[in-house]
Nanobody
Framework: QVQLVESGGGLVQPGGSLNLSCAASGIINNVYVMGWHRQAPGKERELVAR???????DYNDSVKGRFTISRDNAKNTIFLQMNSLRPRDTAVYYC????????????WGQGTQVTVSF
């Protein structure tokens, strides 16, 4: 069974930075993509950033230039460096891993709260 454990969330003032990490454990084969999604109160979950095994990276337009996703393949760990944080970035951030076959290999972490406020 695959488990994803996130860490690094917390409270930060606008303009500040946080670094999230997500470590995957268990029997993991054929990883396709790992990424971060977020869900704010009353809103749908949305993609923040994702990194494919082949190296391609996607970002939500709202975080481009401020957030950077990276990956340690050897440790099945991903990171999200978040700079210039804004109150609208406040949400629960979830780690996601998809492996092949995609129809049965979609895993989520428990989520970590990020709050941007004075």
């Amino acid at each position: 069974q695959v488990q994803l454990v996130e860490s690094g969330g917390g409270l930060v003032q606008p303009g500040g930075s946080l670094n999230l990490s997500c470590a995957a454990s268990g029997i993991i084969n054929n990883v396709y993509v790992m990424g971060w999604h977020r869900q704010a109160p009353g809103k749908e979950r949305e993609l923040v950033a994702r990194i494919f095994t082949g190296g391609n990276i996607d970002y939500n337009d709202s975080v481009k230039g401020r957030f950077t996703i990276s990956r340690d393949n050897a440790k099945n760990t991903i990171f999200l460096q978040m700079n210039s944080l804004r109150p609208r970035d406040t949400a629960v951030y979830y780690c996601n891993l998809k492996a092949i076959p995609l129809w049965k290999s979609n895993y989520w972490g428990q989520g970590t709260q990020v709050t941007v406020s004075f």
